[in-house]
DNA sequence: GAAAAAATACCTGAAACCCGGGATGCCCGA
DNA sequence: TCGGGCATCCCGGGTTTCAGGTATTTTTTC
């Protein structure tokens, strides 16, 4: 039997994955929960074999959600579900360690495979994230940039429409510095303006 | 009988919906589509009671949608089933007439309740959704600003980081009318400029 | 406790953007 | 048909950002 827990927030989408598994006698489904902070009690109680985790959370940010519970859970298998298909968004995720990807968009089949492939041992893609992941020329960076605290507060207020030398008032610093942060963002997300950067922090929800 | 449509792009979403109006005898389900094209095409041969509308399709921006299938369809009672809770898509949704406006995070129940509310006449909105709508003191636009398709197109490109100059070039027009475009786009989205509106084209999914 | 990472601050010149105008031609819908 | 929306082009001046550094202090992490 193998045990599973779902992470999702929508309530409409639980109910889906619980019909699909309750047609499979081999699976059980012992958990499900509306956010991370829910998952990472319940955890702490019982460990199930897989963990179905949506990474849009509420709460917190799935990709760093995933990485959390790999290191403290090396033997629980993590399943990401995703509405994401873009490159960064994949490689992140699976750097963190994640067993499997797979897109909301998928059928239900993909989903018990997934699970079946993942307690094997293996890493399961479902097929169109493969496809993405091994497609060389996207456009967008091929990973999410890791940012400082610091750098997301002021990329937030640069979002906003704030001026260099309005952040710096709000955050009693000097202007030198927000641009200094500046600069730095634009390094690693690797464009040339911070417009450029905008996009892809919404789009991944980075903010 | 209640007959109704479901249009959206994720299987375990379809599935959960079709269980939950299972439940209801009153409730008949006469058809699933995954994309607006789909969704219009079966519109044509047969109209359902209420059709509940995913806005956020793979081919067609689901607030365009719902317009034009209202306009056709002035007998259909719509209900609008989706993630954004920015008061920004809340109202433009609402303003193409449609009758309900369901968040994804909302139990099961409450989208039977809107389904027999639509079907009395009534607006239906989830409470979370009544809660945005009527809170005065949200951040961002309290619509999404009508843009024109060569606004679009230079909003597109500034995006991607591109200067005046070189989105001048690649248009085969003047840096100076770039100049004008951008400040018609500042004035739609009443801000001071292009990043602050960056946020608001890549949320709402206007590129 | 030391090393690495993050946050802070400074300078300068060039490039790009923003602001407040004015103006023309085209085309579509009322 | 004619008016309004759209796209186009132009100018000058002020502001802001970007690119190129260097460098100190604080915080975190191992």
Redesign the interface.
């Given at each position: 039997m193998i045990k599973v827990y779902i992470t999702d927030?929508?309530?409409?989408?639980?109910?889906?994955?619980k019909?699909?598994l309750a047609t499979r006698d081999e699976i059980s489904l012992t958990g499900v929960y509306q956010n991370g902070k829910d998952t990472l009690e319940a955890l702490v109680k019982e460990e199930p074999d897989v963990l179905l985790l949506d990474i849009?959370l509420?709460d917190i940010s799935g990709i760093e959600l995933s990485k959390q519970i790999r290191d403290a859970y090396p033997e629980l298998k993590i399943i990401v579900l995703s509405?994401h298909n873009e490159k960064a968004v994949i490689s992140s995720v699976l750097q963190n360690g994640v067993n499997g990807y797979v897109l909301?968009?998928?059928?239900?089949d993909e989903?018990i495979q997934a699970i079946h492939k993942v307690i094997d041992g293996e890493l399961y893609m479902c097929v169109q994230t493969r496809d993405i992941y091994n497609n060389q020329d996207t456009t967008g960076p091929d990973f999410i940039p890791k940012i400082t605290r610091r750098e997301k507060e002021i990329l937030q207020l640069?979002?906003?429409?704030m001026?260099s030398a309005q952040i710096a008032e709000k955050l009693f610093i000097s202007p030198y510095t927000v641009e200094t942060h500046r600069k730095n963002l634009m390094e690693k997300f690797d464009?040339?303006?911070?417009?450029?950067i905008?996009?892809y922090a919404?789009?991944f929800k980075l903010l």
């Amino acid at each position: 039997m193998i045990k599973v827990y779902i992470t999702d927030d929508h309530p409409i989408v639980q109910e889906g994955i619980k019909n699909l598994l309750a047609t499979r006698d081999e699976i059980s489904l012992t958990g499900v929960y509306q956010n991370g902070k829910d998952t990472l009690e319940a955890l702490v109680k019982e460990e199930p074999d897989v963990l179905l985790l949506d990474i849009n959370l509420p709460d917190i940010s799935g990709i760093e959600l995933s990485k959390q519970i790999r290191d403290a859970y090396p033997e629980l298998k993590i399943i990401v579900l995703s509405v994401h298909n873009e490159k960064a968004v994949i490689s992140s995720v699976l750097q963190n360690g994640v067993n499997g990807y797979v897109l909301k968009n998928s059928i239900g089949d993909e989903i018990i495979q997934a699970i079946h492939k993942v307690i094997d041992g293996e890493l399961y893609m479902c097929v169109q994230t493969r496809d993405i992941y091994n497609n060389q020329d996207t456009t967008g960076p091929d990973f999410i940039p890791k940012i400082t605290r610091r750098e997301k507060e002021i990329l937030q207020l640069v979002t906003e429409g704030m001026t260099s030398a309005q952040i710096a008032e709000k955050l009693f610093i000097s202007p030198y510095t927000v641009e200094t942060h500046r600069k730095n963002l634009m390094e690693k997300f690797d464009v040339n303006n911070m417009t450029a950067i905008i996009k892809y922090a919404t789009e991944f929800k980075l903010l």
